[in-house]
T-cell receptor
Framework: DQQVKQNSPSLSVQEGRISILNCDYTNSMFDYFLWYKKYPAEGPTFLISISSIKDKNEDGRFTVFLNKSAKHLSLHIVPSQPGDSAVYFC??????????????FGSGTRLLVRP | DVKVTQSSRYLVKRTGEKVFLECVQDMDHENMFWYRQDPGLGLRLIYFSYDVKMKEKGDIPEGYSVSREKKERFSLILESASTNQTSMYLCASISFRGANTEAFFGQGTRLTVV
């Protein structure tokens, strides 16, 4: 049962336009969401995050929106640049009963920004 | 400034071998995670640890075990490697602190089991 879903395996966008990457989740106990970017043969790098008590967080060209009622979040990149071409992973964390945290990832979306 | 180090970038092992993947972090984080990345499946959680000597199964623990004897080191063990364990293995070190949550990954270990 996939708790974090990224239903689009790939996305192609023209340079300068907006890239929108989507993520859906099923567990209403998730309290924190993160986006990671991954280049081939490298580990994922942190991009931006959002707490479940907020609906928007912005950092430069990157903005994450959270719709708790729809259990949906999205990452907006504007303007998109060729260097943004990578695989983007959505992740969610939940505090467990034993006070530990678990971080669950989606399957990723491969973004290609065309020059 | 390296924060999470995985012992090998590339590894080739034979079926049935016992394989150790090491991960070391220098940030004093309590939480460490092992994931594997496969095409179309994203990052799947194998095991995680929230304290020294504490370990929890993730979503796909079968065929794996872990060891956390020291806070900075989290080892993933393939008891008897099989070809379906050929994958990219990623270690993460995480401090869950609300808005200041930090999560860093190692560079990954590409394991091929032949």
């Amino acid at each position: 049962d996939q708790q974090v879903k990224q239903n689009s395996p790939s996305l192609s966008v023209q340079e300068g336009r907006i890239s929108i990457l989507n993520c859906d989740y099923t567990n209403s106990m998730f309290d924190y969401f993160l986006w990671y970017k991954k280049y081939p043969a490298e580990g994922p790098t942190f991009l931006i995050s959002i707490s479940s008590i907020k609906d928007k967080n912005e950092d430069g060209r990157f903005t994450v929106f959270l719709n708790k009622s729809a259990k949906h979040l999205s990452l907006h990149i504007v303007p998109s640049q060729p260097g943004d071409s990578a695989v983007y992973f959505c992740a969610a964390s939940a505090l467990r009963m034993d006070s530990s945290y678990k971080l669950i990832f989606g399957s990723g979306t491969r973004l290609l920004v065309r020059p | 400034d390296v924060k999470v180090t995985q012992s090998s970038r590339y590894l080739v092992k034979r079926t049935g071998e016992k394989v150790f993947l090491e991960c070391v972090q220098d940030m004093d984080h309590e939480n460490m995670f092992w994931y594997r990345q496969d095409p179309g499946l994203g990052l799947r959680l194998i095991y995680f640890s929230y304290d020294v000597k504490m370990k929890e199964k993730g979503d796909i623990p079968e065929g794996y075990s872990v060891s956390r004897e020291k806070k900075e080191r989290f080892s993933l063990i393939l008891e008897s490697a099989s070809t379906n364990q050929t994958s990219m293995y990623l270690c993460a070190s995480i401090s869950f602190r609300g808005a200041n949550t930090e999560a860093f990954f190692g560079q990954g270990t590409r394991l091929t089991v032949v």
